[in-house]
Structures are given as structure tokens and as C-alpha cells.
């Protein structure tokens, strides 16, 4: 499934889903997300207070939801009780911060092989180690990707599931969110499947960086590409995957320039 990545097929990366578009990491958004057969859906996982796997991108509910408080200090239910898409325009009122289960079911529950870029955002390795638990659970933890910006969370998931593909980021980014005792070593690179690249207005920086993940045999995946000249960009320089918040525009541009094969419907 994996075949798919190629310099003639560009992979597209829902980020959050669609975040742009739908209250991301939600399950309107992960549908909306499905509708469109992107290659990829990135999403974020957190553990509750009561130890419940849930798909949210910050620490706290925030900027998020119509409520306030950090993730590890609710329960599910407490967490549940706030809306999710509200923030978005009624339209979306009513959806939740999902579980991570519920994300996952709808995963393999898609008619295409859908493949997932799962963020782990508290640097636990519990949470690691609950999160591909529940992928191996569902069949997809060959179908997924285990990110992270901290080094010694990639560096433990390659240890204790060398199974498991992993992505991390360029050095200096991931050197600002991980404990500066902790050398991020070559070899750390070496046993990655991907790296993550900004391409910010330094596209300089970011064909460095491409060069470096080419360099280790890594996938080069730019975030994030939401109009056709970042596209361009990012295709110019070597991605091979796309990560965007609203994937129109990489849509179109990609079809135009035959650099995107659509997801084949799964075989019975």
C-alpha cells in the first residue's frame, strides 16, 4: 500500500482532517477527509484523565471547544460534554472531541486503504504504546505512521515497536521540543520512514532539508500546502507527500500535472 509514494504520485495528507474547512479532529472533519480518497489523515492523540485514548491537538480544550482545562485533568465524560464544532458556526454544533476507537473504526471502515500520519502529542511512552496497542487492534498499524516532534518518543517507539514506521522532523525543530540531554543521533534518522518539513518563506531551508531526508532514504513530507504555488514548490523541490489543511488546490494542481493516481477501492 505503501507503493503508492512515488516522484509520479504525490500523497496528499489531510491535516486534522480538513482543518480549514471542518472543526479539525473531528469526525466531520475525518469524513470530509475520507469523501475526498485523500492518501493520508494526520491526526493527534492525547490520553485522558481516566486513561481513554482521544483524537485533540493542543494539551487543552481551549481554542478547540466552548469549554477551557487541560486534557489529562477530565475524564472522558467531562471532555464529551463540550462542543467541538461549535467554534466553526453552528452548523458544526454538536460535534465532539472523538476517541481515538471511534477515529480508528471509521478508518478501517473506509472503501479505499486509507493511510494515517498519528501525531503523539503527549510525550508518554504509555501513550505510544496504548496508541499502537489500538492500531494493531484494528488492523492498521501497517497502514499508519507513528509522528512525533519529541526525539526520545520516536527514538523509544523505534525500540520497543521496530515494526512500526515513524516520522519525525528536521533536528532543529525537533531539538526545541525535546530535553537538550537527549543527543539526536544520525542513526535516530536512519530508522525513520519520514520527515517532516515547514516550507516557510526560507525555501532554501526546506530544500536542505529534503536533501537531508534523500540523504537517509526518509520521505520527504512538506507541510503545509494550501494554495498552487506552495504545491508547485513543494513538488519542485522533492516532496513526496503533501500535507494540507485544505487540499483543493493541491487537488487540482496535481491532477493537472498527472501527479495524482486516486486510492484504489479496496478488493473483497
Same mark, same amino acid.
Given at each position: 500500500?505503501?507503493?503508492?509514494?512515488?516522484?509520479? +504520485?504525490?500523497?496528499?495528507?489531510?491535516?486534522?482532517?480538513?482543518?480549514?474547512?471542518? $472543526?479539525? *479532529?473531528?469526525?466531520?472533519?475525518?469524513?470530509?477527509?475520507?469523501?475526498?480518497?485523500?492518501?493520508?489523515? %494526520?491526526?493527534?492523540?492525547?490520553?485522558?484523565?481516566?486513561?481513554?485514548?482521544?483524537?485533540?491537538?493542543?494539551? !487543552?480544550?481551549?481554542? !478547540?471547544? *466552548?469549554g477551557t482545562g487541560r486534557i489529562r485533568d477530565m &475524564?472522558?465524560?467531562?471532555?464529551?460534554? /463540550?462542543?467541538?464544532?461549535?467554534?466553526?458556526?453552528?452548523?458544526?454544533?454538536?460535534?465532539?472531541? $472523538?476517541?481515538?476507537?471511534?477515529?480508528?473504526?471509521?478508518?478501517? *471502515?473506509?472503501?479505499?486503504?486509507?493511510?494515517? +500520519?498519528?501525531?503523539?502529542?503527549?510525550?508518554?511512552?504509555?501513550?505510544?504504546?496504548? &496508541?499502537?496497542?489500538?492500531?494493531?487492534?484494528?488492523?492498521?498499524?501497517?497502514?499508519?505512521?507513528?509522528?512525533?516532534? *519529541?526525539?526520545?518518543?520516536?527514538?523509544?517507539?523505534?525500540k520497543a515497536h521496530p515494526d512500526m514506521r515513524t516520522?519525525?522532523?528536521?533536528?532543529?525543530?525537533?531539538?526545541?521540543? !525535546?530535553?537538550?540531554?537527549?543527543?539526536?543521533? %544520525?542513526?535516530?534518522?536512519?530508522?525513520?520512514?519520514?520527515?517532516?518539513?515547514?516550507?516557510?518563506?526560507?525555501?532554501? &531551508?526546506?530544500?536542505?532539508?529534503?536533501?537531508?531526508?534523500?540523504? =537517509?532514504?526518509?520521505?520527504?513530507?512538506?507541510?503545509?500546502?494550501?494554495?498552487?504555488?506552495?504545491?508547485?514548490?513543494?513538488?519542485?523541490?522533492?516532496?513526496? +507527500?503533501? &500535507?494540507?489543511?485544505?487540499?483543493?488546490? !493541491?487537488?487540482? /494542481?496535481?491532477?493537472? =500535472?498527472?501527479?495524482?493516481?486516486? $486510492?484504489?477501492?479496496?478488493?473483497?
Amino acid at each position: 500500500m505503501w507503493n503508492r509514494e512515488s516522484r509520479e +504520485n504525490i500523497m496528499i495528507v489531510g491535516h486534522r482532517g480538513i482543518r480549514n474547512l471542518y $472543526p479539525e *479532529n473531528t469526525m466531520v472533519s475525518f469524513r470530509a477527509a475520507l469523501e475526498l480518497r485523500l492518501d493520508l489523515i %494526520e491526526f493527534d492523540v492525547h490520553f485522558t484523565k481516566d486513561k481513554t485514548l482521544v483524537v485533540c491537538h493542543d494539551g !487543552t480544550i481551549d481554542r !478547540t471547544t *466552548n469549554g477551557t482545562g487541560r486534557i489529562r485533568d477530565m &475524564t472522558l465524560q467531562e471532555l464529551q460534554s /463540550y462542543d467541538a464544532g461549535i467554534v466553526m458556526g453552528e452548523r458544526f454544533a454538536g460535534e465532539y472531541i $472523538p476517541t481515538l476507537e471511534e477515529v480508528l473504526e471509521l478508518m478501517a *471502515n473506509a472503501d479505499y486503504e486509507v493511510l494515517l +500520519n498519528v501525531e503523539i502529542k503527549d510525550y508518554d511512552h504509555e501513550v505510544v504504546d496504548a &496508541t499502537i496497542a489500538m492500531l494493531k487492534q484494528f488492523g492498521l498499524d501497517q497502514r499508519s505512521v507513528i509522528a512525533c516532534f *519529541n526525539a526520545e518518543v520516536i527514538a523509544y517507539t523505534q525500540k520497543a515497536h521496530p515494526d512500526m514506521r515513524t516520522q519525525g522532523f528536521p533536528r532543529r525543530v525537533m531539538q526545541k521540543n !525535546t530535553d537538550a540531554k537527549f543527543e539526536i543521533t %544520525e542513526e535516530l534518522y536512519d530508522r525513520m520512514f519520514g520527515i517532516g518539513i515547514p516550507l516557510g518563506d526560507d525555501v532554501n &531551508t526546506a530544500r536542505e532539508d529534503v536533501a537531508f531526508a534523500n540523504a =537517509h532514504g526518509l520521505r520527504p513530507w512538506l507541510f503545509c500546502m494550501d494554495n498552487e504555488e506552495r504545491t508547485r514548490i513543494a513538488v519542485e523541490i522533492g516532496a513526496t +507527500n503533501v &500535507t494540507c489543511n485544505d487540499p483543493t488546490d !493541491t487537488l487540482r /494542481y496535481l491532477r493537472l =500535472h498527472g501527479l495524482r493516481q486516486e $486510492p484504489p477501492k479496496k478488493t473483497v
